[in-house]
């Protein structure tokens, strides 16, 4: 079985400051991993995926995550936020291949303040 | 590359008459389609696998009946709610699965589906 924790359900940031979505996986076999973002009654899209090769992820649009398997962790960065990263993320968890069952994390809601 | 339509964008039935949503590649083969759930402010629900040719796999506690999927060609994928009932009222997402190198597959979501039952 596998399992995603996005530990926190919304997270405020002024513009031009860094962004960090935490999320914790638990999952049996060696997994894949992504994030993805929703902007509002839009669908997803993805920003970056770790699939077993470098640890250090870089996605879009400036963001990058850190696959941790010491930690359990695949949490979201970007070192300074602008106001089109206003929208909802998700942490994803694969077992195997991309193409295989997602199971998605609870999400982050994520604001941008002037 | 790897776009991924659905049809239509927001719809509103009444109480007791079915919808069909379609989901469509538009420049890639899927061999395997997804359907998920969003219900307000929440993540996604995996509703059911749809392989081309072949029954879908429901997700347990998805009613078969209820969501009926077909998947009779590579670039599209139905889902109709029967007897739709305000409950069903949900943001509906697609997703096929595709190429995104020579050997790895990745899914590639639709724009959703909003359907609201009055």
């Known amino acids: 079985a596998q399992s995603v924790t996005q530990l926190d359900s919304h997270v405020s940031v002024s513009e031009g400051t860094p962004v960090l979505l935490r999320c914790n996986y638990s999952?049996?076999?060696?997994?894949?991993l992504f994030w993805y973002v929703q902007h509002p009654n839009k669908g997803l899209q993805l920003l970056l995926k770790?699939?077993?090769?470098?640890?250090l992820v870089k996605g879009i649009n400036g963001f990058e995550a850190e696959f941790k398997k010491s930690e359990t962790s695949f949490h979201l960065t970007k070192p300074s936020a602008h106001m089109s990263d206003a929208a909802e993320y998700f942490c994803?968890?694969?077992?195997?291949?991309?193409?295989?069952?997602?199971?998605f994390g609870g999400g982050t809601r994520v604001l941008v303040k002037p | 590359g790897a776009v991924v339509s659905q049809h239509p964008s927001r719809v509103i039935c009444k109480s007791g008459t079915s919808v069909k949503i379609e989901c469509r590649s538009l420049?890639?083969?899927?061999?395997?389609m997804f359907w998920y759930r969003q219900f307000p402010k929440q993540s996604l629900m995996l509703m059911a696998t749809?392989?081309?040719?072949?029954?879908?796999?429901?997700e347990q506690g998805v009613e078969k009946d209820k969501f009926l999927i077909n998947h009779a060609s590579l670039t599209l994928s139905t889902l109709t709610v029967t007897s739709a009932h305000p409950e069903d009222s949900s943001f509906y997402i697609c997703?096929?699965?595709?190429?995104?190198?020579?050997?790895?597959?990745?899914?590639?979501f639709g724009p959703g589906t909003r359907l609201t039952v009055t």
């Open positions: 749809s392989n081309e040719g072949s029954k879908a796999t429901y």
């Open positions: 999952s049996s076999y060696s997994p894949s």
């Open positions: 770790y699939t077993s090769a470098a640890t």
């Open positions: 420049d890639f083969q899927a061999t395997t």
């Open positions: 994803v968890v694969s077992v195997g291949a991309a193409g295989n069952k997602l199971t």
């Open positions: 997703s096929a699965m595709g190429l995104a190198g020579a050997s790895t597959y990745e899914q590639y």
